[in-house]
C-alpha cells in the first residue's frame, strides 16, 4: 500500500497554520449570522439514545456516559486526549441498529468528575474504565468490544490485556507505539500553539475544523463544546482538559503498546490513517495475521469524527466476522468471511 502523506501522529492532531498558530489572546473577529448557524452546536440526543452518570462506591468520581442501540454486544468507546464520548456521537448513530455503544468521558474529559483530574496514569485511567464497566454491568456483564482512540487506544489496550472474560474484541483506533512516542517531545508545543481562548462556542467549533484537528462539521457541532468550559474570570470559553499539566503521564500511554496489543488474547484490529504509521513490531505482527489492519483513506487522525459512516461500518464488519455476542450477529449487506 502506499505510504500516506500525513503529519506525524499527535494527540489531539492540533498542527495548525502558521497564520494561527500563536493565538493567546481572545480572537475579536465576530461570526456573522450565516456561520452562527454553520457552527451551531448539535444535541447528543440527536446520536445516543441515553445519557447517565455512573457514582464509582469509595469514591467521589461520577462518570459520564452516554448509550444508543438495545441489542447485540457493547461497543464500548474510550475517546483520545482532549476529546469526548461525544467524539463516537455521529458513528454511534450508525451502529445502534446492529450493537450497542457506550461512550465514556474519561477523568478530566467531557461531563466527569473526580477527585484528581490531573492523575491521567495509564493504571488510573484502566481502573476508571474497569470500574465504570463494573457499575454498568455487574456480574451479568455482555460481550464488550473495546473501541480506544489514540490515547483512548493505549487504555483498550491496557485494559483488554487484563484478559477479562466479556472483553471479546478490541479495536485501536489511529496509535501506533513508535510514531506516538517520537512525536512526545513535540507534545507541549502542539498544545501551547492551539488557540486557548473562545469568545463563543460557535467559534471553537469553526476554529477546530478551519484549523484542521476535525473534517467534519457536524461532527465538529456535536463534540467541540464538550470539550469546553466557560471561564468566568475571562469572560470566554477555554479547554476543558488541561493536557499541559499531565505530561508525566504521556510516556506510560504508549511505553509497550505494541507488544501488548499483539499479546492481547482477542480478535483485534488497528484502523489508522496511514501505513507509514506501522512500527517494526506491528508491521510483523500484521505479516503473520496476528490482527487486522484497516488503512483509511482521506482523513485525520479523528477517524471516527471524519468519516463516521465508514468507521460504523468497519466496526460493525469486525464484530460480523469475528462473531461476538452472544449468537454472533448477521448484518445484512456486509460479505461474510469465507
Request: glycine content about 8%; overall charge negative; charged content about 20%.
Amino acid at each position: 500500500m502506499e505510504s500516506s502523506q500525513l503529519p506525524p501522529l499527535s494527540e489531539d492532531n492540533s498542527e495548525v497554520p502558521e497564520a494561527t498558530s500563536a493565538f493567546s489572546s481572545i480572537p475579536t473577529r465576530l461570526l456573522t449570522q450565516k456561520s452562527k448557524e454553520k457552527y451551531s452546536p448539535l444535541k447528543w440526543s440527536d446520536c445516543f439514545d441515553h445519557e447517565e452518570d455512573v457514582a464509582i462506591p469509595g469514591s467521589n468520581d461520577v462518570f459520564h456516559v452516554y448509550s444508543a442501540g438495545s441489542e447485540g454486544p457493547v461497543v464500548f468507546c474510550l475517546h483520545g486526549g482532549g476529546y469526548s464520548g461525544l467524539s463516537f456521537a455521529l458513528a454511534a448513530s450508525k451502529m445502534k441498529e446492529k450493537a450497542r455503544v457506550a461512550a465514556l468521558d474519561l477523568r478530566a474529559h467531557g461531563q466527569t468528575t473526580t477527585d484528581n483530574d490531573l492523575d491521567l496514569s495509564i493504571d488510573t485511567l484502566c481502573n476508571d474504565v474497569l470500574a465504570v464497566m463494573s457499575a454498568l454491568y455487574g456480574d451479568s456483564p455482555p460481550a464488550i468490544v473495546l473501541v480506544g482512540h489514540s490515547m483512548g487506544g493505549s487504555v483498550a489496550v491496557h485494559v483488554a490485556a487484563k484478559k477479562i472474560p466479556n472483553v471479546t474484541g478490541l479495536i485501536v483506533v489511529d496509535v501506533v507505539e513508535g510514531t506516538a512516542m517520537a512525536s512526545l517531545i513535540h507534545m507541549q508545543k502542539i498544545l501551547s500553539s492551539r488557540m486557548q481562548h473562545f469568545n463563543s462556542i460557535e467559534k471553537a467549533i469553526e476554529w477546530s475544523v478551519k484549523g484542521g484537528s476535525l473534517r467534519n462539521v457536524e461532527s465538529a457541532r456535536l463534540s467541540v463544546p464538550s470539550t469546553l468550559k466557560y471561564n468566568d474570570s475571562q469572560k470566554c470559553y477555554i479547554y476543558r482538559t488541561p493536557l499541559e499539566e499531565t505530561e508525566q503521564y504521556w510516556k506510560g500511554w504508549y511505553e509497550g503498546l505494541s507488544e501488548m496489543f499483539l499479546s492481547c488474547p482477542v480478535p483485534k484490529l488497528l484502523m489508522l490513517a496511514g501505513t507509514d504509521r506501522l512500527d517494526k513490531s506491528l508491521t510483523i505482527g500484521q505479516m503473520q495475521g496476528k490482527f487486522q489492519l484497516v488503512v483509511v483513506r482521506n482523513t485525520g487522525h479523528a477517524l471516527q469524527e471524519d468519516v463516521p459512516d465508514e468507521f460504523a461500518s468497519l466496526v460493525l464488519n469486525f464484530i460480523s466476522r469475528n462473531r461476538i455476542g452472544p449468537h454472533g450477529i448477521e448484518i445484512s449487506g456486509l460479505r461474510q468471511p469465507k
